[in-house]
């Protein structure tokens, strides 16, 4: 067999161009092949040479043979390589160096993904420089989590954890699928902002040409102004909460999804919209990430049509028959008692998802709008999935007056907002909104016990890097 070897890719600058070259070319003695494919299109090419590219994932010899394996973005192909010059050339090449294969597609029932290739040429884009931190080639990562966090770079590509990483781009293309189909327009807000949005919350801060400003905490107050503008409006982008949590359900900068819209009756309205946002992440899942629901033997969650309610007095009394804890007058939900509802709804209302209702003015923002019939309870939400919050939202305060005396009630000077304020001094219809945490979504989705599993290079009170 003619091997083509080129060990070190820096002895040509046109390396590319000229493994392009030769690969788009017909050889005259194998017979015609095509442009590269993943290893996913693969079955539709029984019987031809193809052209593959990727990572030598694990190197399985035996005595005779030796199966090479491939791994690209779509998945792990196996090479079966029986020529033993190539077998002990390959043998060589540590795992994780990129190979370049031409080869024969056979069917094989017991591979992986029902092929195999064979009568390879193998060619050596880049070598490993040594044996990689993680062993990539397990099906479960066996190295504790801070070593697989601090090897971020290597951890993502075992396909495992590669695949929430598809399920989350494809939930975030789900909500922006399901808000546009509303008419909702995506909007872009700042990240550095010289006032707090949310009264009392810790913040980063930081030196804005000598004065102080602030990470966003959330795009709150833009998207709230933008209700005027363009009536129903969302962002998807990162905020930053300077909270000294170290638990499974917390990060200082997380993704958030967040939606606003004006003209509504109250919540309700704005439950309907979660409803349908949630429901679009998981149908852009179930569409766009389908083999990465069933690598990781993912049970998505139906979304009813109508997720099942309980008023945030009427959740602590169930809490507090059930369990006997004292928690009826608490001004907020335990994480204990989120679980606690999540498996309520499950076994009474056969719901991964309820909302609950009407917390407390004293645990909302300034903005809240209060229920006119109980003015210490909000008219606001949380969205609960699997037991776990992912979800706030609610009806805000729309008329100046009102805001006036809101903030002054908690010992807040107007002055202070006067950017957001000036929105409010010349109409605002009645309007809401809420924000999705995607991390802890895509948690709950793949049932990954930490929040940090589900984040690309998590932020948090002890990680900065990498």
């Known amino acids: 067999m003619r091997l083509t070897r080129l060990l070190a890719p820096a002895a040509s600058s046109n390396l590319v161009d000229r493994l392009h070259s030769v690969h788009t070319k017909s050889d005259p003695a194998r017979g015609p092949f095509i442009d590269r494919l993943l290893s996913s299109h693969l ?29 690209d973005r779509a998945g792990v192909t196996q090479i079966v390589a029986e020529d033993k010059e190539l077998r002990e050339w ?41 044996t990689p931190p993680i062993e990539l080639q397990r099906p479960v990562l066996k190295e504790q989590p801070p070593t697989i966090l601090d090897h971020a770079a290597v951890a993502l590509r075992h396909p495992p954890r590669r695949a929430v990483l598809e399920i989350s781009a494809a939930a975030i293309a789900g909500f922006r699928s399901a808000l546009e189909e509303l008419e ?137 028959d059930a369990t006997g804890e004292s928690v009826v007058g608490e001004p907020d939900l335990a994480p204990s008692h989120e679980r606690w509802l999540g498996e309520w709804a499950q076994r009474e209302r056969e719901s991964d998802f309820v909302f609950v209702t009407g917390y407390p003015m004293s645990k909302r923002p300034f903005y809240t709008y209060p229920d006119p019939d109980r003015p210490s309870r909000s008219k606001s939400f949380d969205l609960l999935f699997r037991g776990l919050e992912i979800v706030t939202g609610g009806q805000r305060l729309h008329l100046y007056e009102d805001y006036l005396a809101a903030l002054r009630s908690r010992d807040e000077d107007p002055s202070s907002y006067e950017g957001y304020l000036e929105a409010f001094r010349y109409g605002m219809p009645p309007h809401g909104g809420f924000a999705i945490g995607l991390e802890r979504f895509v948690a709950r989705v793949v049932r990954a016990p930490n929040v940090r599993d589900a984040t690309l290079f998590p932020r948090d009170i002890n990680r900065l890097l990498p």
């Open 184 to 320: 909702f327009t995506e909007i872009n807000t700042p990240k550095i902002v010289g006032s707090t949005t949310e009264t009392g919350a810790n913040v980063f801060v930081v030196d804005y040409f000598g004065r102080d400003a602030y990470l966003a905490q959330s795009p709150q107050f833009y998207k709230q102004i933008m209700v005027g503008v363009l009536e129903r409006v969302y962002e998807t982008g990162p905020v930053f909460r300077a909270e000294p949590h170290n638990t499974a359900r917390h990060l200082a900068e997380y993704v958030s999804l967040d939606a606003e819209m004006g003209f509504i009756r109250d919540h309700s309205d704005v439950m309907s919209v979660v409803t349908a946002s949630v429901a679009g992440m998981v149908d852009g899942i179930r569409t766009a990430a389908a083999p990465a629901v069933d690598l990781l033997g993912v049970i998505l969650p139906d979304v009813p049509d109508i997720i099942p309610e309980l008023d945030f007095e009427a959740a602590q009394q169930l809490i507090e």
């Open 90 to 130: 390959v043998s060589k090449l540590p795992a994780e160096s990129v190979l370049e294969v031409e080869g024969l597609v056979t069917a094989e029932g017991r591979a992986t993904n029902g092929v195999e290739v064979h009568e390879p040429v193998i060619r050596l884009i880049t070598a490993s420089t040594s």
């Open 43 to 71: 079955r539709e090419h029984i019987g031809e040479r193809v052209r593959l590219a990727g990572w030598l994932h694990n190197l399985r010899p035996l005595s005779q043979v030796s199966f090479v394996l491939l791994r």
